[in-house]
Structures are given as structure tokens and as C-alpha cells.
């Protein structure tokens, strides 16, 4: 019976860390032969919010590994986002 307690907070733990690891969709850049590694990094700053390192070490590991999440949340807060960085002419796309 002393179990029971413990049981139930560990399971309302063990729910709250799945809650907090589920953060929403990801907005991932892919990597191609055209766009500059100026051009990527001003477009992280200028529509993910990046600062200037986070953009340069999201180009690195896009130009290495041939895509990087860029941005989480919703898809409707990262539609908007996504379209922009099309509009710019990289690849992006929203997954679950």
C-alpha cells in the first residue's frame, strides 16, 4: 500500500517529462548548392530569430549533415516562417 503514492507520483513525472519533450513541429533546412553560407545565416537571423552564432553553427551542420531543425513550435507559427525562407530561396520544410 506504501506503493501506491509513490507509483502515482512517479507515473505524474514520468508524464510530465513526455509533455515537455513534445515541443510541437520542427522546421527543417535542408542543404543545397546555391544559396551562400551569408545568405542562410541572415535568413535564420532575420526569420528564425537566430542569433549570429546559432546561425552559423544551424549553416554548419545543414552544409554537413545535409539538413538541422531550425525552429520548434506549432505549425501555424511555423508556417509563416517556413514560407519566408522559401521565399528566399532555401529549403525548408515543417515536420511533425
Excluded at 27 to 55: G, K, P
Aim: proline share 2%.
Amino acid at each position: 500500500m506504501i506503493s501506491l503514492p509513490f507509483t502515482r507520483q512517479k507515473e505524474q513525472t514520468q508524464t510530465g517529462l513526455l509533455e515537455q519533450e513534445d515541443e510541437g513541429e520542427k522546421l527543417i533546412l535542408y542543404n543545397d548548392d546555391i544559396n551562400t553560407f551569408d545568405h542562410v545565416i541572415h535568413c535564420l537571423m532575420r526569420y528564425c530569430e537566430h542569433q549570429a552564432e546559432q546561425a552559423e553553427q544551424c549553416a554548419w551542420i545543414v552544409h554537413l549533415k545535409g539538413r538541422c531543425i531550425v525552429k520548434q513550435g506549432t505549425y501555424a507559427e511555423l508556417l509563416p516562417v517556413q514560407v519566408a525562407l522559401c521565399d528566399q530561396g532555401l529549403s525548408a520544410a515543417i515536420e511533425g
